[in-house]
């Protein structure tokens, strides 16, 4: 009777733990997706201020070569009015 009894005690007090475990295991799986998503969104937001940052600097030397090819171009045909001329 005694065994008995304390099988059913026994498992009981297992019965109770393996819930408290069950909500454990959910509230750290939705800690742990939670800062996942965090991490995902910051590294988001990092990848697109370096993204721009890049354009900007990207779209400053394509400027800084048009230009230059502008005033290059304009010097060639100078020479090549005055060699014309002469």
């Keep these: 009777m ?9 498992s009981t007090l297992l019965f109770s ?5 069950k909500e ?3 509230d750290a799986k939705e800690a742990v997706s939670s ?3 965090e991490g995902i969104d910051s590294a988001k937001a990092k990848a ?5 940052s ?4 990207i779209k400053s030397k394509v400027d800084t070569v048009v ?6 171009l304009e010097t060639t045909a100078k020479k090549l009015k005055e060699s014309v001329k002469k």
Excluded at 2 to 10: D, H, P, R, T
Excluded at 54 to 57: L, N, T
Excluded at 67 to 72: F, I, L, P, T
């Design 17 to 21: 733990c393996k819930e408290e475990t």
């Design 2 to 10: 005694k065994k008995i009894v304390l099988a059913l005690a026994l």
């Design 48 to 52: 697109e201020k370096e993204l721009d």
């Design 67 to 72: 230009v230059k090819s502008a005033e290059k």
């Design 35 to 37: 800062e996942v998503k």
């Design 54 to 57: 890049a354009k900007v600097k």
């Design 24 to 26: 454990k295991l959910e």
